[in-house]
């Protein structure tokens, strides 16, 4: 972020593919001299796109939404805990009621964040009209639709249907070389 802010041109790249560039110059050993050297050939070699910064208000909603997801793990093992406890032959009172003062504030703060999103959510904009459009498919709520929306941010950069099944691992890769015949990986496609 500081780089793109003092107007540098930015990319973010899978390491396996510095990686394995590096392979094919038949570059050995590692040090930083070298790895800087190797990327900034990468770059020039195969100019990788430019990266742009996720807006404010979709950074956010990511932040939120992992809160969400924390609480929400949380509030399982509490559950978990309670049930632990219910069952056992003699419960301490005082770890019982801890456990229920720990899920009344796990709550507490499940309901604050579900509303921080949907008023977060609710602010006019292209936020609200992705969501929106999102949530006008059958099924899918307005949470869900946050969702899909924080973990696919980078994909509206995605030009064709061909990149988008093989984001989503639905289009298996050939495995043969002229006598080995292997299996292509099978993807799930629910």
């Known amino acids: 972020m500081a780089?793109?802010?003092?107007?540098?041109p930015v990319s973010v790249v899978n390491a396996a593919q510095i990686k394995f560039f590096?392979?094919?110059?038949?570059?050995r050993g590692k040090t930083d001299a070298m790895d800087a050297e190797i990327i900034a050939r990468y770059g020039a070699t195969m100019h990788p796109a430019r990266w742009v910064?996720?807006?404010?208000?979709?950074?956010?909603?990511?932040?939120?939404?992992?809160?969400?997801?924390t609480v929400v793990e949380l509030m399982t093992i509490e559950k978990s805990r309670q049930h632990a406890l219910?069952?056992?032959?003699?419960?301490?009172?005082?770890?019982?009621?801890?456990?229920?003062?720990?899920?009344?504030?796990?709550?507490?703060?499940?309901e604050q964040v579900n509303v921080a999103i949907s008023t977060l959510i609710?602010?006019?904009?292209?936020?609200?009209?992705?969501?929106?459009l999102l949530a006008s498919v059958p099924g899918i709520g307005s949470l869900t639709a946050a969702i899909l929306l924080t973990e696919t941010h980078h994909l509206d950069r995605v030009g064709s249907a061909r990149q988008w099944a093989a984001y989503a691992r639905l289009s298996p890769a050939p495995r043969q070389s002229s006598a080995m015949q292997g299996k292509?990986?099978?993807?799930?496609?629910?």
């Open 3 to 8: 780089l793109h802010t003092a107007q540098f």
């Open 22 to 27: 590096a392979r094919s110059t038949l570059r």
């Open 53 to 69: 910064p996720t807006e404010k208000s979709l950074s956010e909603l990511r932040a939120l939404i992992h809160e969400r997801d």
């Open 86 to 110: 219910d069952h056992r032959h003699e419960a301490n009172p005082i770890a019982l009621q801890l456990s229920r003062d720990r899920m009344a504030l796990l709550c507490t703060q499940l």
């Open 122 to 132: 609710a602010v006019p904009g292209e936020l609200q009209e992705q969501v929106t």
């Open 184 to 190: 292509t990986p099978q993807y799930r496609t629910t």
